[in-house]
C-alpha cells in the first residue's frame, strides 16, 4: 500500500465581532435581501486590531494540534495559505511557528489566493508521501477585511475573516488524500487584483487616491470563471479516482457565493445533503473558507471514517483546483 496522507486535527477561528447585511446596507447602498439571494451571505466575522492574521492562524493552529495529540515542537513542517499576511516579512507562517514555540518546524507562506488552503495541503501532501513520519501544520487565513474598501458595495459585502488548520501526517492505511490537481491561468489576474499592496505600484499618495491598495474584483467575469473552473477541476479529480456523483459522499466547494456552490452541486448531481454549506455565516473567507468548513463539519460528526470528500476552489490569479480523499 502506497504511503497517504491523513488529516488528524483540525481546527478553525474567527474573530469576535459579526457584521450583518443590515449593518452594512447602512454604510453603502445595498440591501439585506441583495446581499442573501445573490450570495447566500447573512454575516460575517470582522477583526478588531488585536485580531491579526497570525493571531487568528495560531488559534486554529492550537485547537488543530490539540486534537491531533501533536505538540508545538513535533512539527516537521508549517504551510500558511494567505494572501493578507500580516506583513510581507516575516511571514504569517514564521510568526505562527514563534507563537507556537515549534522549534524545529520549517514555515513558509503560500500564495494562491481563494486556492491556497488546496495548494498548501497538495505540497504538504507530496512530503508526507516522502517520509510518512512527517507532521505538518496546514492553515488557511486571511484578514480580508483590511484590504477592502467599505464604500465598494461590489466587495465589501461579500468578503470575511477567519483562520482554518489542520495536521497532516502519513499512513500506509488505505484512506486519506487520494489526488490533487492544480490549475492557474495569470491571463486573467486583473479580473480579481490588490494592485498596491506589493513592490510593482508601493505605497504612494497617488496609488492610494486610486484605491489600489484594495481588492477590487470584476464580479460577473469572475463568477463565469469560476463555475467552468470549478466544474471542471471537480470532474478531474473523479475521474482521477475512477468516481461518478455518487461516489461523493461531502462536497467542500469553497465559499465564494451560494450560487456558484449550487451550480457545482448541480452539475455534479449531488443532493443538497452531500453540500456543506456555511457561507451564510462567514461569508467568503479567501483561503480559510474550506479549513474552516472541514473544521466545521469534523467537529460536528460528520466526517466518518471512509467518507469520500471532494474540495473544489477557484480564487484570483486565477488559481483553481481539487483534491479528493477518504477521510
Ligand atoms: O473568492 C474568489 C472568487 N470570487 C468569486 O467567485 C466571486 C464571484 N462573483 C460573485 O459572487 C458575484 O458576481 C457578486 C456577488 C460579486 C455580484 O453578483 P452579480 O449577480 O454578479 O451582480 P453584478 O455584479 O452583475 O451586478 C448586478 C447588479 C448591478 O446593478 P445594475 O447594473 O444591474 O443596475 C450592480 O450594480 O447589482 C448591483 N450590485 C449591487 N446591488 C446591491 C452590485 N453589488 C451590489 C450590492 N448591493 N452589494
Same mark, same amino acid.
Given at each position: &500500500?502506497? $504511503?497517504?496522507? !491523513?488529516?488528524i486535527?483540525?481546527? %478553525?477561528? /474567527?474573530?469576535?465581532?459579526?457584521?450583518?447585511?443590515?449593518?452594512?446596507?447602512s454604510?453603502v447602498?445595498?440591501?439585506?435581501?441583495?446581499?442573501?439571494t445573490r450570495?447566500?451571505?447573512?454575516?460575517?466575522?470582522?477583526?478588531?486590531d488585536q485580531?491579526?492574521?497570525?493571531?487568528?492562524a495560531t488559534?486554529s493552529a492550537?485547537?488543530?494540534?490539540?486534537?491531533?495529540g501533536?505538540?508545538?515542537?513535533?512539527?516537521?513542517?508549517?504551510?500558511v495559505?494567505?494572501m493578507?499576511?500580516?506583513?510581507?516579512?516575516?511571514?504569517?507562517?514564521?510568526?505562527?511557528q514563534?507563537?507556537?514555540?515549534?522549534?524545529?518546524a520549517?514555515?513558509?507562506?503560500?500564495?494562491?489566493a481563494c486556492?491556497?488552503?488546496?495548494?498548501?495541503?497538495s505540497?504538504?501532501?507530496k512530503?508526507?508521501?516522502?517520509?510518512?513520519r &512527517?507532521? $505538518?501544520?496546514? !492553515?488557511g487565513?486571511?484578514v480580508l %477585511?483590511r /484590504?477592502?474598501?467599505w464604500?465598494?458595495?461590489n466587495?465589501?459585502v461579500?468578503?470575511?475573516?477567519?483562520?482554518?488548520?489542520a495536521v497532516?501526517t502519513?499512513?500506509?492505511?488505505?484512506r486519506?488524500?487520494?489526488?490533487?490537481h492544480?490549475?492557474?491561468?495569470?491571463?486573467?489576474?486583473e479580473?480579481?487584483?490588490?494592485?498596491?499592496?506589493?513592490?510593482?505600484?508601493?505605497?504612494?499618495?497617488?496609488?492610494?487616491?486610486?484605491?489600489?491598495?484594495?481588492?477590487?474584483?470584476?464580479?460577473?467575469?469572475?463568477?463565469?470563471?469560476?463555475?467552468?473552473a470549478?466544474?471542471?477541476a471537480?470532474?478531474?479529480?473523479?475521474e482521477a479516482?475512477?468516481?461518478?456523483g455518487?461516489d461523493?459522499d461531502?462536497l467542500?466547494?469553497h465559499?465564494?457565493?451560494?450560487r456558484?456552490?449550487?451550480?457545482?452541486?448541480?452539475?455534479?448531481?449531488l443532493?443538497k445533503?452531500?453540500?456543506?454549506i456555511?457561507i451564510?455565516?462567514?461569508?467568503n473567507?479567501s483561503?480559510?473558507?474550506?479549513?474552516?468548513?472541514?473544521?466545521?463539519?469534523?467537529?460536528t460528526?460528520?466526517?466518518t471514517?471512509?467518507?469520500?470528500?471532494?474540495?473544489?476552489?477557484?480564487?484570483g490569479g486565477?488559481t483553481?483546483?481539487?483534491?479528493?480523499m477518504?477521510?
Amino acid at each position: &500500500m502506497p $504511503i497517504r496522507s !491523513i488529516i488528524i486535527g483540525t481546527g %478553525s477561528h /474567527v474573530p469576535q465581532r459579526v457584521v450583518t447585511n443590515k449593518d452594512l446596507a447602512s454604510r453603502v447602498d445595498t440591501t439585506d435581501e441583495w446581499i442573501r439571494t445573490r450570495t447566500g451571505i447573512i454575516q460575517r466575522h470582522i477583526s478588531n486590531d488585536q485580531e491579526t492574521n497570525s493571531y487568528l492562524a495560531t488559534q486554529s493552529a492550537r485547537k488543530a494540534l490539540d486534537m491531533a495529540g501533536v505538540r508545538p515542537q513535533d512539527l516537521d513542517l508549517i504551510i500558511v495559505g494567505t494572501m493578507s499576511p500580516d506583513m510581507p516579512m516575516p511571514s504569517v507562517a514564521c510568526l505562527v511557528q514563534n507563537e507556537l514555540g515549534a522549534k524545529k518546524a520549517g514555515a513558509f507562506d503560500l500564495y494562491a489566493a481563494c486556492t491556497s488552503f488546496l495548494y498548501a495541503l497538495s505540497v504538504a501532501d507530496k512530503f508526507v508521501r516522502c517520509n510518512s513520519r &512527517m507532521k $505538518i501544520l496546514v !492553515i488557511g487565513s486571511e484578514v480580508l %477585511s483590511r /484590504v477592502t474598501n467599505w464604500e465598494d458595495r461590489n466587495t465589501c459585502v461579500i468578503f470575511g475573516d477567519g483562520a482554518g488548520a489542520a495536521v497532516i501526517t502519513g499512513t500506509k492505511e488505505d484512506r486519506g488524500i487520494l489526488s490533487t490537481h492544480l490549475h492557474s491561468d495569470g491571463s486573467l489576474g486583473e479580473l480579481l487584483i490588490i494592485k498596491g499592496l506589493g513592490t510593482a505600484f508601493p505605497v504612494s499618495h497617488e496609488n492610494l487616491e486610486k484605491g489600489w491598495q484594495y481588492i477590487q474584483m470584476q464580479g460577473r467575469e469572475v463568477f463565469k470563471h469560476a463555475i467552468k473552473a470549478m466544474e471542471s477541476a471537480a470532474w478531474e479529480a473523479m475521474e482521477a479516482n475512477g468516481w461518478n456523483g455518487d461516489d461523493v459522499d461531502l462536497l467542500f466547494s469553497h465559499q465564494a457565493n451560494i450560487r456558484i456552490i449550487n451550480f457545482l452541486g448541480e452539475k455534479l448531481g449531488l443532493p443538497k445533503e452531500k453540500i456543506f454549506i456555511n457561507i451564510h455565516k462567514y461569508g467568503n473567507t479567501s483561503a480559510a473558507s474550506i479549513p474552516i468548513a472541514l473544521d466545521e463539519a469534523n467537529r460536528t460528526g460528520l466526517l466518518t471514517p471512509g467518507l469520500r470528500i471532494l474540495m473544489v476552489a477557484f480564487g484570483g490569479g486565477f488559481t483553481w483546483g481539487s483534491v479528493a480523499m477518504c477521510w
